[in-house]
């Protein structure tokens, strides 16, 4: 399994990849509502070692309640993607990062429950995370090389959609689309420099709410 190192050199490559990138951003949303997530680089639990973060919502929330997602939400009057990303991860996990920490972003991706999703990949050394009881029961570090496990992801056709579900297996759960698809595609941009596009693929259908 592929193994990165939480350094300079790897912060360099992610921004050289997303730099690279052929970004799609929609100028019309067809109605679906803007938010953004951020995809947040820190040191893993191993010394050393590159990690993303990833919460679980506290099932209090009445949309999203125990869903696996990243620190996102709507993007607010006036704002810019960029400022919603540090905004929610600030409000969510208690993380404040500056616009000095964005490396790039990646495509939109559109949600059944209608939003627009913009990722921000985010780099925050140092960190310490402190969960907001009231959106998220818990945050986990996982380490990057997870997203390169043998068999990941999981494309599977469903009866309900000509498009196929998107789904990673990672230590703490399997996890679904939007999320998967937007590792996913961290992963093949950011990690591995290959321009690959997540936006056909599909979310499952309890998610179409």
Not at 16 to 38: M, N, W, Y
Not at 60 to 70: S, V
Not at 97 to 109: N, P, R, V
Request: net charge negative.
């Amino acid at each position: 399994m592929t193994s990165f190192a939480f350094d300079d050199a790897l912060r360099r490559t992610i921004t050289d990849h997303l730099g690279r990138f052929e970004l799609r951003r929609r100028t019309e949303t067809g109605g679906l509502k803007r938010a953004a997530v951020a995809v947040v680089v820190v040191e893993g639990d191993a010394p050393g070692e590159a990690a993303f973060l990833l919460t679980k919502r506290t099932p209090r929330l009445r949309a999203h309640g125990g869903q696996w997602a990243l620190p996102g939400g709507r993007v607010d009057a006036g704002e810019t993607i960029e400022q919603t990303a540090l905004r929610e991860l600030h409000e969510e996990l208690g993380v404040l990062a500056s616009t000095d920490d964005i490396l790039g972003t990646l495509d939109d991706y559109p949600t059944r429950s209608g939003y627009l999703i913009a990722p921000v990949v985010v780099w925050s050394p140092g960190i310490t995370v402190t969960p907001n009881p009231s959106e998220v029961a818990a945050a986990y570090r996982i380490a990057c090389r997870e997203l390169f496990r043998d068999g990941s992801p999981e494309i599977v056709a469903i009866e309900e959609s000509d498009r196929p579900i998107i789904r990673l297996p990672l230590p703490v759960a399997n996890v679904n689309a939007p999320t998967a698809a937007v590792l996913y595609q961290f992963r093949e941009v950011a990690l591995a420099g290959r321009n690959t596009r997540v936006d056909h693929f599909e979310q499952p259908v309890f998610a179409w709410r």
